[in-house]
T-cell receptor, first 113, second 115 residues
């Protein structure tokens, strides 16, 4: 019940295209869903996050779509750029004592010029 | 403020040796987390501090692992009698809040290689 399942494992997109990464969760107590971006040799950096009271959140080229009934959420990267090439992790946590993050297994995105 | 700082960035050690990592969180962040990340996987939670109190430890944290956060500032993670399976990236993260705000900022990690 603590798992967050992420797909695909890897993704190749042409410059200017749309990158879509999907995640699913089981624990309905999760109430915070962030996406992290990680470059090689670096720690994860928060990209965008959503709470289940909204179905969509957009920040620049990045959009999270959230489907509470299906227990799924996805990251859309519009107009993908070579600089977006990185590993993306979805995560989930529940408000409470620790707010620890449960991460998906990651998606390696390569944006070809 | 330069963000979450971890030291060292890389550590190579022989099996059976003890190692200690340090994490300096963002100033005034009361929450501090340690995660472990192996190749091709997402970070896995190890332990959590609220100020100086260690409030949660994962089952992943065997008795060879110990973490401290004296005075609620920097934190150390020690691994005793290292094993090859301990080879991983150890990430520290910090955040500020009383329960709902969970935006966590990660350091660049310490990559441990046990040979």
């Amino acid at each position: 019940q603590q798992q967050v399942k992420q797909s695909p494992q890897s993704l190749i997109v042409q410059k200017g295209g749309i990158s879509i990464i999907n995640c699913a969760y089981e624990n309905t107590a999760f109430d915070y869903f962030p996406w992290y971006q990680q470059f090689p040799g670096k720690g994860p950096a928060l990209l965008i996050a959503i709470r289940p009271d909204v179905s969509e959140k957009k920040e620049g080229r990045f959009t999270i779509s959230f489907n509470k009934s299906a227990k799924q959420f996805s990251l859309h990267i519009m107009d993908s750029q070579p600089g977006d090439s990185a590993t993306y992790f979805c995560a989930a946590s529940m408000s409470g004592a620790t707010n620890k993050l449960i991460f998906g297994t990651g998606t390696l995105l390569a944006v070809q010029p | 403020d330069t963000g979450v700082s971890q030291d060292p960035r890389h550590k190579i050690t022989k099996r059976g040796q003890n190692v200690t990592f340090r994490c300096d969180p963002i100033s005034e962040h009361n929450r501090l987390y340690w995660y472990r990340q192996t190749l091709g996987q997402g970070p896995e939670f190890l332990t959590y501090f609220q100020n100086e109190a260690q409030l949660e430890k994962s089952r992943l944290l065997s008795d060879r692992f110990s973490a401290e956060r004296p005075k609620g500032s920097f934190s150390t993670l020690e691994i005793q009698r290292t094993e090859q399976g301990d080879s991983a990236m150890y990430l520290c993260a910090s955040s500020f809040g009383d329960g709902r705000d969970t935006e966590a900022f990660f350091g660049q990690g310490t990559r441990l290689t046990v040979v």
